[in-house]
Every structure is written in C-alpha cells, then in structure tokens.
C-alpha cells in the first residue's frame, strides 16, 4: 500500500468512528424528515356554488387561499385565517371565524370555522339636489328625506333589485325628476326597483311619504305658471314656489325609462287638499319608457298624468286612495294593459291627509282650473281645441274591479270611468266589474260633445256586477251615459247579466293576501277571452290614433286567455 492510500484508509476509519461517537448506536438515521399536521378550514352559510374568500397563512411565508371547506396537510406552527367579505348578485355576506390562529402540531388536526352570514347594507341618505349623474346600486339602502330633486341636465340612474324608501321623519319625502333631467331605473322581473315606506312591513300605510314625480317639457293644455299638487308644501327641502310644469314645447321629451318599478305606500298630503300621487306624470313626453310599474296602497291616485305624451304598457294599481288612473289637461299617451284592483279602502297614515270622497277606476278631465282658457266659440273645458291639445288619452285592453259588495264607498265614488270637462280619447278591449255606483258615466255636455263628433270613442267593452242604470250606466236624464246613448255610437258594450267579478277571472279572491293570490287571466269559458277589437282597420280614426304601439285583440280586458302572465313575479300585494 503507498503511502497515500494509507492515508486515506486512515481519514475514512477516524470519520467513521466520530460519526459513531457522535450518533450513538441507537439514534437513528440523522435530520429525521419533520412530521405534518392537518388544518381543517370549515366554511359555511354562502349560497350553493357561491366561493368563500379565505386566506390562510403560516410559517416559512406559507399563504394559500381557499373558497369551500378544505382540509390542509401543513408543518408543525402557529396559522392564521382571514376571510374576506363575499357578494352574492346584491347581498353581501360577512364571515365571523373561530379557532383562528390555530397552533397545529405534529400528526393532529387543528379546525378553524368561517361562519358567513348576510351582511346589513350600508344606508345612504338622498337629500336636497342631485346636480349631476349618480347611479343607485341595489347593494345599498337609499332614504329619501324631504323633497329631492333631480336637476336639469342630471341623469339618476337606479340599478335593478335597488330600494328607495321615504323618511318617515321628513314628512312628505318625495323624489323629482325635474324638466331636463332624467332617470333610468330598470329593473327586472326577479329585481325590481322599489320606493316604499321606511316602516316595517305590518306597521306601513297609505301616506307614509310622498311619491315620485316626473315633470316634462311636453305640452298642456294649461297656460301661465301652474304647479305641481302639492309641490309648494311644508316639506324638508321644499322649493316654496312650487314646481311648474305648463309651458313646455317638445312632445317628445324623454325623461327617461321606468321599467320593472313599484310605488308603495305613498301619497302624503303636503297641504290642505294637496296631495302628491304615487306617480305624478307632469307633462312628460312621448321619448319617455314607462312599461311594468306598479302603484300599490297610496293615499291619493296611483298614476295621474297632467298633459304630455308619455306612453305606457303593463301598469298595475291596487287599493288606491282616489283614482286609479287620472288622465287630465291634454294628456295625449296611449296606454295598453292595466289593472286597477281596489278590496277595500285602507285607512292613511294619521296627519297624512284626508280620505278621498270620490275615488273611480278612471277620472279623465278635459281642462279644469286656473289657466283653462276657452277657444272662440267654446268654453274652457274646451281649453287647447285650436293647439290640438284636447285630453285624447288611449286606453287599451284594461281591466278595473271595485270593491265587493258589501263594502261601504265614499260618497261621490265608485264608478268605473269618470269621463268629464270637455275630455276626448279611446277606451278599447276593457273589463269594467263591481263599481257599485255604474261602469261608466259621461258627465257635462262638454264631453258628450267630444262623444257626438268622434273623438271621444268607446269600443268593446265588457261590464259585469255594476252598479248605475241597466248594468251600468248613467240614468236618463242625469249626465250624458245612458246605455242606450253608447249603443247609438256603436260601442259594443257587453252587460253579463247574472256575471259576477269574481268568475271572470282564473283567481280574485274577496280578501286577497298576496300578489300570488290574483291571477288576471280569463277563467276558462270566461266571456272576456273574447269579444275584443281584433282589428283597428275598420275604423281609421282609432288606427290612425293609436299607430303601432297599442296592438288590436280578439279578447277583452288586461290579459290574454292562455297568454303570458305578465304582472307575475314583480308586483307586490300587501295592506300594510
């Protein structure tokens, strides 16, 4: 052996004893691999298929995240867990987390819980003047205090699934879309857009706060400065001179667009007799989309139109305090399926304003007031004859139910449509059932004047369990409606003898209790699934009138036999 192999063989002998004094005999292998625990993450309380947000971290710069009940296989040390917030379509969901940090030790399982759980919305107040363009998101809440006005040249827009509710410590709260500005709330079938009362459900009534008020730059039949009812008010916020709305020149203004909107609770009185409506259309113009709104338990009418030429689709109005749909001072929209439901009177809100004497189904006024100004040769019902600004509102395919007998009217109400002061327009394809005072009535010579040329048309209606003169109509000698005067003009009105309300329809109960409860529908073999106006072309007044946007039908009232229900899934019932 050299002498540099021994010296190697003795390296290698002196390594392997240190090595053997240094370990031991019975120690084992050295750095022995470092056993794991286990960190179980439990997530609960999100909607199936909706993902956690959670964070997990540790030593050694260990992060990981996870979005569902997991199971980690982790080193020995102290892990801390964090979740974020989670939204779900509008609803947000905070996490509470327990166990967190959890110490994890080898071969044992450490659990952490992430409980989440709806989270409360933030709340926002709207107050005094939006000036510029703001969008409302439904994962917000939203409280009208006092009169908020939407400026000329500002756009409001409100997402779909969005609430709004009225300070119920601003009397009167109430929001105004004023002559320039717009608002764009679309909603959906599955989220509509909804003012309400700030109250709870089972505390809230009719006047809670004050409405939603759209004024236009179309034109009425009115002149000088009027204002808006009620605008003038004592209310937080209040421009003391009013909101005018006369004077506009463009009948194709656009407003905006409400599509898929409710209206509950509303109607405060902001002076003696001066009540705002839970939708007040004020002159607005045909540019605007109004389709699939709702107007449900107000202190005053539902939908009132002063002038203009917006037009609407799908509108519904249960329990109005006053009248259902109020057409007046040249309002020249054409309007196709409504409902107007009225069970019962429901008692206002205490100091909101006084009950109604004479609500109806339809009140349509020609000109009425300060600033009617009467043509040559006629009065100042006739006011706007020369301008082409008669009342000529088109309504189509409406269904209006009063209440059951038994249940006591307000004196001067009850009639299905009210046609009065020098008023024209068309009422076509419409049910008119259980008005205890008359289905319809044609009040001063004025209208029947209008009757008498053509240009106030009734077609194709069909009444049931009225009140009034032979099923109906106004008594001879009193007003112009005589049953025999709409025979004269060919107006094809249907009286079910024997008929009852209730039988017309696939479900409208006597009390009901939900929006679920009313189903529109012609019941089967109901003599309202026909008998409509199929055709406009016989009569070219009323084609010419209604253009394309109100569409003939073989049936009679809001909802086509076998068709789409069109008011279910976004409206709502409730009494209080």
């Given amino acids: 052996m050299t002498m540099s192999a021994r010296l190697r063989a003795f390296a290698l002998a002196s390594f392997a004893t240190f090595a053997l004094a240094a370990c031991g005999d019975d120690d084992g292998p050295t750095n022995p691999t470092v056993q794991n625990g286990s960190l179980a993450i439990t997530v609960s309380g999100l909607p199936a298929g909706t993902a ?68 409360a919305n933030p709340t926002v107040v709207l107050s005094g003047s939006i000036a510029a363009n703001r969008t409302l998101t439904a994962d917000t809440n939203y409280v009208l205090r006092g009169f908020v006005y939407v400026n000329s040249g500002a756009t409001l827009t409100v997402n779909a699934g969005t609430r709004i509710v009225g300070d119920t410590t601003a ?46 730059n179309a034109r009425a039949n ?3 400065n009027v204002i808006v009812e009620g605008s003038n008010g004592s209310v937080v916020g209040a421009n003391p001179d009013g909101i005018v709305y006369t004077g506009g020149t463009v009948d194709t203004d656009n407003s905006g667009t409400l599509r898929y909107v409710r209206v509950e609770f509303a109607g405060y009185a902001t002076l003696t007799d001066a009540e705002l409506n839970s939708f007040t259309f004020a002159a607005v113009g045909s540019g605007t989309t109004v389709e699939y709104v709702q107007a449900l338990a107000g202190l005053d009418d ?84 020369d301008e082409g600004l008669w009342n000529m509102n088109v309504f189509a395919n409406f269904t209006l139910i009063g209440v059951p ?37 044609l009040r001063d010579s004025t209208s029947n004047n209008r009757f008498q040329v053509d240009s106030l048309i009734v077609r194709n209606l069909y009444f049931a369990e009225n009140g009034g003169t032979d099923g109906g109509f106004d008594a001879t000698g009193s007003n112009f409606g005589q049953a025999s005067a709409f025979a004269a003009r ?87």
């Fill in 52 to 119: 956690g947000a959670v964070t997990i971290t540790g030593p050694n710069s260990f992060s990981q995240s996870a979005t569902a009940t997991t199971t980690l296989s982790v080193a020995p040390g102290s892990y801390t867990v964090a979740a974020a917030q989670v939204l779900n379509g509008t609803t947000r969901y905070n996490a509470t987390i327990t166990g967190s940090p959890a110490t994890v030790t080898a071969n044992t399982t450490s659990t952490v819980t992430v409980a989440y759980s709806v989270a």
């Fill in 171 to 216: 009397l009167g709260s109430a929001l105004f879309v004023l002559r320039g500005a717009r608002i764009v709330a679309n909603g959906t079938a599955a989220a509509p857009v909804v003012f309400t009362s700030q109250r709870a459900a089972g505390n809230r009534s009719p006047g809670d706060w004050g409405g939603l008020v759209i004024v236009g």
């Fill in 222 to 224: 009115r002149t000088g």
């Fill in 302 to 385: 539902h939908f009132e139109w002063f002038g203009g030429t917006v037009n609407g689709k799908y509108l519904v109005s249960y329990e109005s305090g006053d009248d259902h749909f109020d057409g007046s001072e040249g309002y020249r929209g054409l309007n196709q399926f409504l409902i107007g439901m009225q069970s019962t009177f429901l008692t206002p809100r205490a100091g909101a304003g006084a009950v109604s004497t004479d609500p109806q189904g339809f009140e349509i006024d020609g000109c009425n007031g300060g600033g009617c100004v009467a043509p040559s040769g006629g009065n100042a019902q006739s006011a706007g004859r």
């Fill in 405 to 441: 007998t038994g249940t006591t009217v307000p004196g001067s109400g009850g009639v299905g449509a009210v046609l009065r002061r020098g008023t024209g327009g068309y009422y076509l394809n419409g049910v008119i059932a259980r008005w205890q005072r008359g289905g319809i009535s």
């Fill in 490 to 576: 060919n107006s094809n009105i249907v009286v079910g003898t024997g008929v009852t309300a209730t039988s017309l329809f696939t479900a409208l109960p006597a009390t009901p209790t939900n929006a679920a409860s009313l189903d529109w529908s012609p019941a089967t073999g109901s003599p309202i699934a026909t008998g409509g106006l199929s055709a406009f072309t016989a009569d070219p007044r009323i084609a010419a009138r209604v253009g394309t946007f109100i569409t003939p039908t073989a049936y009679r009232g809001a909802a086509a036999p076998g068709g789409t229900k069109w008011w279910e899934g976004w409206t709502n019932y409730a009494r209080n």
